[in-house]
């Protein structure tokens, strides 16, 4: 590890002048630009749904379909890689002490520059385990890229050079305590505005100059404070709210002024509510560890908003937020199984007789749907709600793999504990080229 940190300083010393070099090429004679819908800027995609639109997925994760295009070394991290035309971003934690901003041209690994910064943590002793690296999967809009460090410090650094423009501390901005767990939600960006789950609550910023546009508090800091879910910006029964899970309640803001229109208790062991909502008609489903799944519906009687509960059942998520197709949300179980639940009803639908990993992240393509396991195995099932069906697997790293999958235009981005991988699934990847 320390010839690898050594190896990485001397590209970064390397890399200021041909940052700069890269950034005024692109400017001038024009890069490898790739369509907006062929972009993943942030944590689960465009949407944040998990959802991906683009050519058919091949039924085949075999070695003649899906083939490595690069590998490239780096230190350890839980963040997703990130997609923005050209581009490929990761964050990871060097040497138990810094930060790292990575970013690698999309189609050779290249790496274009690295920008760093202290600020890692130590976690509590019965989470070491899994380490105390950077958690929070990055956002960018194109311009700017707003990364998470484990401080609740919130970076935004130039997408193209990599120059810092500006930085917020939310811990010392609203004299608060750093949670224990660090900073594990992943900011979201819509037009202008970010909006990040840190400082005891959740804050609006105006992306361009990092200024707080407004604060609501929803917890402390410490054990008990900080969130592991992340924000959504849906329409509830004609309604654009900002869907925030805390570790102790779920709640509904407006995203222009920061009122609170609504929140409702969640149940979960010491907090764990680490799946993020996700939206179906008029509600949200929710599953925790220690908990329940349950379906919360949004309902307005005059000037009042009311919080409807019309099913559960004993079902327990753990990390993974699961994906929506039609009326079935499928996810990964506490117990390691896989499930499919009704939406409508509130039914199980089933549970994989199978046990897989810890943890999954999942993406989904009309009905297939490809989970990354954290042992490395890269698995397409079907979105069926009549069975688990199984349509290939296949190991795409020794190593374990935390951070969430990314999917797009035919490419597969696996972030490895101490390592990045690019991935082509033939077929779909020359049918997305031939649309650019």
């Given at each position: 590890m320390q010839e690898q940190d050594q190896r990485f300083r001397g590209e970064v010393i390397g890399l200021a002048v041909k940052s700069a070099v890269v950034a005024v090429v692109a400017l001038v004679a024009g890069s490898v630009v790739v369509h907006s819908e062929s972009n993943w800027p942030g944590w689960r995609g465009p949407a944040r749904s998990g959802l991906v639109d683009g050519a058919p997925w091949p039924e085949s994760l075999g070695k003649e379909v899906l083939v490595k295009r690069w590998h490239v070394d780096v230190a350890e991290g839980y963040p997703g890689p990130i997609v923005f035309e050209d581009r490929v971003f990761t964050v990871e934690t060097s040497d138990e002490r810094a930060e790292v901003v990575r970013a690698f041209d999309r189609e050779s690994g290249e790496l274009i520059w690295a920008r760093s910064w202290e600020g890692a943590m130590k976690v509590p002793f019965f989470a070491a385990r899994n380490g105390s690296w950077v958690r929070s999967t990055p956002a960018t809009d194109g311009k700017v890229l707003l990364v998470g460090g484990m401080r609740e410090v919130l970076v935004a650094l130039d997408l193209q050079t990599g120059d810092e423009r500006w930085r917020i501390d939310f811990v010392e901005a609203f004299d608060g305590q750093l949670p224990s767990f660090g900073f594990a939600s992943s900011p979201l960006i819509v037009g202008e505005a970010a909006f990040v789950q840190a400082g005891g609550g959740v804050v609006k910023l105006k992306v361009e100059s990092g200024e707080v546009v407004w604060r609501r508090r929803t917890g402390g800091g410490g054990m008990s404070g900080g969130a592991f879910s992340s924000p959504i910006l849906t329409e509830v029964n004609g309604k654009q709210q900002l869907i925030v899970q805390g570790r102790e309640k779920l709640m509904g803001i407006d995203p222009k002024t920061g009122e609170r229109l609504w929140?409702?208790?969640?149940?979960?062991?010491?907090?764990?509510?680490?799946?993020?909502?996700?939206?179906?008609?008029?509600?949200?489903?929710?599953?925790?560890?220690?908990?329940?799944?349950?379906?919360?519906?949004?309902?307005?009687?005059?000037t009042a908003i009311e919080v409807g509960n019309p099913w559960d059942n004993k079902l327990q998520g753990y990390?993974?937020?699961?994906?929506?197709?039609?009326?079935?949300?499928?996810?990964?179980?506490?117990?390691?199984?896989?499930?499919?639940?009704?939406?409508?009803?509130?039914?199980?639908?089933?549970?994989?007789?199978?046990?897989?990993?810890?943890?999954?992240?999942?993406?989904?393509?009309?009905?297939?749907?490809?989970?990354?396991?954290?042992?490395?195995?890269?698995?397409?099932?079907?979105?069926?709600?009549?069975k688990f069906e199984m349509v290939d697997r296949r190991e795409v790293s020794s190593s374990e793999t935390w951070g969430h999958l990314t999917v797009v235009d035919g490419e597969i981005y696996v972030r490895e504990l101490r390592g990045l991988s690019s991935w082509s699934w033939k077929g779909a990847t020359e049918l997305a080229q031939g649309n650019r």
């Open positions: 929140d409702q208790a969640v149940k979960a062991f010491r907090g764990m509510n680490i799946v993020t909502p996700v939206p179906y008609k008029n509600g949200f489903f929710t599953t925790t560890y220690g908990g329940r799944s349950r379906l919360w519906t949004i309902e307005r009687r005059g990390m993974c937020t699961p994906v929506v197709v039609g009326d079935h949300a499928y996810f990964h179980l506490r117990n390691q199984r896989a499930a499919c639940v009704d939406l409508a009803t509130g039914e199980i639908a089933w549970v994989s007789d199978e046990r897989f990993g810890k943890y999954w992240s999942m993406v989904a393509q009309g009905d297939r749907i490809l989970a990354l396991d954290e042992q490395g195995e890269l698995i397409l099932f079907k979105a069926n709600p009549e």
